[in-house]
């Protein structure tokens, strides 16, 4: 049987008193797209940053691409791609310097990394722009050159944290196709996202409430199971529930 890509029991972290994330426990597989959601201040970023290797759990186990998270968080930032809405590409280099800069960082050698940084180029149609600064490139277009970039060492994992945020809805579509062939090669995307209708791409989700998983299934099922008609009426239900404040 094919093992799970990511593997957590009762993972924990506290911050002094405060609990930020509290006994998660869930198993994502090879190739599927998992959607992880959450209201500001429900811990899913918290999460994310354990399941990275960035911060260590202060309780309970996490395993990732075969490694410990806790023990072996190098490891597991080798085994990874990252993108976030926030910092995923320098502005102020152009495109043929970021895919250099992280193909070396990723620890592609110099011919490989020449080769694969031209195949994602010409995929993207941004030959003729190599020498463009990035932070020129339209919102949309920056997003799949990152997106790429996070893929091109090959990861058998990537992590998208809101890689989305503030492009129009055509561009979101296109850029879910390019998630969808992601996740048909083989590569398991773990996304967070604010808009609910991208959680129907998913192949399940999970919905953290107060650093706890409240809901993991699904799309359809969780529709049923809480007789809601699109996924934004099963998040906003569990949301309300919330007793901590918003981050």
């Not at 090879?30 to 992880?36: L, M, R, V």
């Not at 609910?196 to 359809?220: F, K, N, W």
Request: hydrophobic letters at 40%.
């Amino acid at each position: 049987m094919t093992e799970p890509i990511i593997e957590t029991r009762e993972l924990t972290k506290r911050f002094g008193s405060f609990t930020a994330v509290d006994r998660i426990t869930l198993s994502v597989m090879p190739g599927e797209i998992f959607g992880f959601l959450g209201a500001n201040g429900a811990g899913k970023t918290t999460a994310m940053r354990m399941l990275c290797g960035l911060s260590r759990p202060t309780a309970g186990t996490g395993r990732v691409a075969g490694y410990d998270i806790g023990r072996q968080p190098e490891a597991v930032k080798r085994r990874i791609g990252y993108m976030s809405q926030r910092f995923s590409l320098y502005d102020d280099l152009t495109v043929g310097e970021n895919v250099r800069l992280f193909g070396g960082i990723y620890g592609l050698g110099r011919h490989e990394l020449a080769r694969r940084g031209d195949e994602l180029l010409q995929r993207l149609d941004l030959t003729d722009r190599r020498r463009v600064r990035v932070g020129a490139l339209p919102l949309g277009l920056k997003q799949k050159l990152a997106f790429s970039v996070a893929l091109l060492h090959r990861p058998p994992l990537v992590f998208l944290d809101e890689p989305t945020g503030g492009v129009d809805p055509v561009t979101r579509r296109t850029f879910w196709e390019m998630i969808d062939a992601a996740a048909a090669d083989g590569t398991t995307v773990f996304v967070t996202t604010h808009y609910m209708d991208e959680a129907e791409y998913c192949h399940r989700v999970s919905i953290m409430v107060d650093g706890q998983i409240r809901a993991l299934d699904t799309p359809d099922r969780l529709k049923r199971q809480y007789g809601a008609a699109s996924m934004e009426e099963v998040f906003l239900g569990l949301a309300e529930t919330a007793k901590r404040s918003s981050e």
